[in-house]
């Protein structure tokens, strides 16, 4: 597996690896969450609370995890830092099927926030910016984020069939016990898929390329010649705004269960279905930026989450507006997954030298990946505390106010950048 970069299958399968891996090693801390949500507090035995403590741990830790590793996939190839992250991710899944208290929760949380950030994220924003290369950022941010979607998604329906498939009556009626062991087979599939994953990306995830993508030292000059650039001053904030968004994802599945009235597997079905849509909407928003500019789409994204949210927020959807329901939905989808196509697809428009990707996006992810502290923290609070709709409404209009936030941030990007 030694062909150039210029081949297409070497090129097809650096891009396969790279989206295996980039959505992989996030299924164990967030995806099962965003899929099972009441599944998997009750074999917990959590609140919404509880587990948005635990993955408020995960941004703290991941928020020096951020800085730290910038420079260290400026130095380092991307393949040997993704396949130790995913190895590492892996081995918390075993400690997951525990089934620890909250505590030891809180902990492993604190650990994949280090596994799944310090040798990952960096490394692999950087490996999607080579692959792109001078012409194609929209599609390959695109098909990145897209092609996690779709993983995600495949990881959702195996997981829902695993549900189904090893539980003795309806899921809402089988006991704690049994609905711990019968979640315990979908934590173990996942952990030894990721292993799997990793070992593929060490021996097979190669460049092929002559180009120097590596520095030998990073320096502050450097660092501070990063920091000029204006770009990356709203992309922290286009990117806090936009992530909020993401993480918000995870309530729709919950919202299907206690708004609408959907049982527990037709709820994890709505979150699965969810997932199909991001690749649509990454692909999609990928290819049409690289025909017009990649802000302008970026706008158009955030325009599209203002709208879903607002439905939500101002109590336009209740129980038994299907029709609302739907279109809420596609429309928060759509604006979300576009955005989190598009934004570090904007960092060529932005000028900034590829050299220092990995520096860049360390240095934006300080401030644009802080949600992973606050978001699910807040979520659960303002469920637990207003039961039913009005919490849920609550929770849209903190989305709704983010977009709007990263609406503005993004249309000053885009008349820079257009100048």
Known sequence: MSLKLTSKQQRSL?????????????ILPFVLIRVFGKTFLDAFGITNFEIGAAQSIYGIVAFGAYVFGGPLADKYEACKLMAVSLWATALGGLYMATYPSISGLKILF????????????????????????????????????????????????????????????????ISPAERQEVFSYVIYTTTAI???????VWLFMKTGSDEQTTLNKISWPEIRSVLKIPAIWLLMIIILSAYVGYKLTDVFSRYARDVMAYNEVDAAKTGATLLYLRPITGLLFGFLADRNK?????????????FG???????????????????????????????????????????VPVLLTGT??????????????FTSPAMGYLIDNWPGAQGYRYVFLMLGGFATLGLIASTILYRINRK
């Not at 069939?161 to 539980?167: Q, V």
């Open 309 to 351: 949210a607002s439905l939500f927020g101002f109590g336009f959807i209740e129980a038994d507006s299907t029709y609302f329901f739907i279109m809420g939905v596609l429309l928060c989808a759509t604006g979300i997954y576009g955005a989190r196509a598009l934004y570090f697809a904007t960092l060529k428009e932005s000028k």
């Open 194 to 200: 990721v292993s799997v994953i990793g070992l593929l």
């Open 294 to 306: 990649v802000t302008l789409w970026l706008v158009i994204s955030f325009v599209l989450s203002v």
């Open 14 to 26: 650096y891009l396969l690896l790279l989206i295996l891996a980039g959505e992989a090693v996030f």
């Open 360 to 373: 860049a996006v360390g240095l934006i992810s300080l401030i644009g990946y802080t949600p992973d502290i």
């Open 110 to 173: 604190g650990y994949w926030g280090f596994t799944t950030i310090f040798l990952f994220w960096a490394a692999m924003i950087k490996a999607t910016r080579i692959w792109g290369g001078d012409k194609s950022q929209g599609r390959a941010f695109g098909i990145l984020d897209g092609g996690r979607g779709l993983v995600g998604a495949l990881f959702a329906s195996m997981g829902i069939w695993i549900l189904a498939a090893f539980s003795s009556a309806d899921i809402q009626e």
